[in-house]
């Protein structure tokens, strides 16, 4: 299989549901003709050559009128796509994101549809810096109406994208930017769609459960390639959604392994983890012989100093000592 990178994925994945449906289009700052076409990061590259300036729309520097725009097109009829060019801008979208288009269903008593993909780019380890690497997946994911996306591999997102761009209801789609032309994958050339709120085993293990989100599976992945080395089988689940989330998929991992660590890339504190381990503890309780581990960023703003913006993220080594403490504690050492 031909393997591309994740934003070529992600570039795909527009073109493809852009063909197929004529009233899907894509709003964002700079989309269409800034930074030579494609936006910041390349992901909309050759869209304006060939839908045109009536479906890949500049906008004016406003998150909130993106957002809102979207809101308005989405309950004509349409699906639009609105890029909020860096995670770190969500909240200038909050108003709209929160209190109207994830409410809109209830509000006409399920009688229309709100078809909205929030495209955005989020994360560290680039040194973009306090203002333009942060990881706000758990605000949005504590909104009822919304959906969440995090896909980690260039498959997952163009199979994610195109479902999120077929769904009825709000997506936020979150991509890291990390991954954008550092990761490649393989990805099929027919068509596929990956369903939301599915989530996925990336490595199969015997001996603990390290559950990641996002860019942190990589990191994830990498850690079970450690603690190989030592004998211990680590098995990586990626929710790929967390909202909804696939409770079976970690669940079932829990109860064959018995241990589990919790890895996303935001702060600890107040982390989407959380409310895993919270999940562990309501239904998974009998299947753990030991504490569960959090693995996350430390509870600071994010440093610019690329040393400093390092130490502040969680990586491999983080997780191979959080899973050594945990199967210590299991064998009574």
């Not at 494609?38 to 992901?43: E, I, K, L, M, S």
């Not at 603690?227 to 696939?246: H, M, N, Y």
């Not at 989407?272 to 581990?293: Q, R, T, Y």
Request: a negative charge.
């Amino acid at each position: 299989m031909r393997e591309i990178t994740y934003i070529e994925a992600i570039n795909e994945a527009l073109i493809e549901e852009m063909e197929r449906d004529e009233k899907v289009f894509i709003m964002g700052e700079d989309i269409a003709i800034g930074y030579g076409g494609g936006g910041v990061f390349g992901a909309t590259r050759g869209l304006l050559e060939k839908f045109g300036e009536k479906r890949v729309i500049d906008t004016p520097l406003s998150e909130s009128a993106i957002a809102g725009c979207a809101g308005g097109a989405a309950l004509m009829g349409y699906r639009p796509i609105a890029e909020i060019m860096f995670g770190d801008f969500l909240p200038l979208t909050a108003d709209h994101m929160v209190n109207i288009t994830s409410k809109m269903r209830w509000v006409l008593g399920g009688h229309a549809d709100v078809p909205i993909v929030y495209r955005t780019a989020y994360g560290a380890g680039v040194g973009a810096g306090l203002h333009h690497s942060q990881s706000l997946e758990a605000w949005f994911a504590h909104i009822p109406g919304m959906k969440v996306v995090m896909p980690s591999t260039p498959a997952d997102a163009k199979g994610l994208l195109k479902s999120a761009i077929r769904d009825n209801d709000p997506v936020l789609f979150m991509e890291h930017k990390f991954l954008y032309k550092r990761l490649k994958g393989p990805v099929p050339e027919e068509e596929y769609l990956t369903p939301i709120g599915r989530g996925d085993v990336k490595r199969e293990g015997e001996d603990i459960s390290i559950i990641a989100t996002g860019a942190m599976v990589q990191q994830a992945l990498e850690a079970a390639k450690i603690l190989e080395k030592e004998g211990i089988s680590a098995e990586v689940v990626d929710p790929r959604t967390i909202l909804p989330l696939d409770e079976e998929i970690i669940l079932n991992s829990v109860e064959k392994t018995g241990g589990a660590v919790i890895v996303h890339e935001a702060p600890t504190t107040g982390g989407f983890g959380g409310e895993i381990a919270a999940l562990l503890a309501d239904k998974g309780i009998d299947f753990l012989d030991g504490p569960v581990k959090r693995v996350g960023a430390l509870f600071c703003p994010i440093p610019s100093s690329p040393e400093m913006e390092q130490f502040y993220l969680p990586n491999a080594d983080k997780i191979v000592k959080a899973a050594r403490e945990i199967l210590t504690f299991s064998a009574g050492e």
